[in-house]
């Protein structure tokens, strides 16, 4: 269970790095787990069921084969062949000229991106409001 462990605690920190409410507490309250649980999975000292691993792949949205160390391909594999055709839609080619990391990268940009702009919509409505 260690690469699980270093892979779920890897999974986690890549989404704290860009949102700091994805603690342990965070993800143990969306999975159902207490939080002492959720580190101990991460540590790698307990195992969890596997509706619970599920959980955790949905929560992260990657394939428990990843999760388990069976493969280094994140996506679950019901997702490829979509989001695939979202790459070819955003950055007019195949998506092989994208690797995982980059694809990973351009999804987290593109969620902060929309954050920020429906951000600056809330703003600007509450500007028109307060001029009123």
Not at 40 to 54: F, L, Q, R
């Amino acid at each position: 269970m260690l690469v699980f462990g270093k892979r779920l605690k890897a999974e986690r920190e890549l989404k704290k790095n860009s949102d700091p409410k994805w603690t342990q507490e965070f993800v143990a309250n969306l999975i159902g787990v207490a939080r002492p649980t959720f580190t101990a999975y991460e540590n790698g000292t307990k195992e969890p069921p596997i509706d619970t691993i599920n959980k955790i792949a949905d929560t992260f949205n990657v394939s428990i084969d990843y999760l388990q160390g069976r493969t280094d391909i994140k996506s679950p594999r019901v997702n490829q062949e979509s989001e695939s055709e979202v790459f070819i839609a955003y950055l007019g080619g195949p998506p092989e000229e994208i690797d995982e990391e980059e694809a990973e990268h351009l999804k987290e940009q593109l969620a902060m991106f929309r954050s920020f702009k429906e951000k600056r919509k809330k703003e600007q409505e509450q500007e028109k409001n307060n001029k009123k």
